[in-house]
């Protein structure tokens, strides 16, 4: 009888490990390949702009949503930005009329820059034209 009870809990135990093998199996490569690659920017720009000593007065001299036709703001960033691309960048504020395309979003916390301490939050939205 004991046997017989120790066989059934070995086998529970093989099927539980069997299960978990298989499921780690799917997740890690049948779900990836059905991902959809996106055509949005993987966008990394503001961390390069971060160190910039320009763009550090610019965040800390302006206020509300800009894009390229701000010329201040293009000169920095633009640059930075592929030309196929347009962008709205927003320093303490939120731009909230995003066109109906994908939208790649990125943003980072400012303390000011090396002579001023004015917090802000600075956002990037850039998408294909």
């Known amino acids: ?28 490569t049948i779900l990836p390949q059905n991902a959809d690659i996106s055509a949005s920017p993987n ?4 961390s ?7 763009f550090r007065k610019l965040a800390t ?3 509300g949503c800009f894009d390229a036709t701000d010329t201040d703001t293009n000169n920095i960033i633009g640059k930075y930005i ?21 939208v790649s979003a990125e943003s980072i916390f400012f ?11 600075v956002r990037l939205y850039a998408w294909a034209r």
């Not at 303390?111 to 939050?121: C, L, R, S």
């Open 1 to 28: 009888m004991i046997k017989n009870m120790n066989k059934k809990a070995f086998m529970k135990t093989v099927e539980v490990v069997i299960v978990i093998v298989l499921t780690a199996v799917y997740m890690l």
């Open 43 to 46: 966008i990394d720009y503001l």
């Open 48 to 54: 390069k702009l971060q160190t910039n000593n320009d």
């Open 61 to 63: 001299q302006k206020q």
């Open 82 to 102: 592929p030309p196929d691309f347009e962008y709205k960048i927003c320093f303490d504020a939120t731009f909230s009329a995003l066109p109906d395309k994908e």
């Open 111 to 121: 303390a000011g820059n090396e002579t001023d301490i004015n917090y802000k939050v």
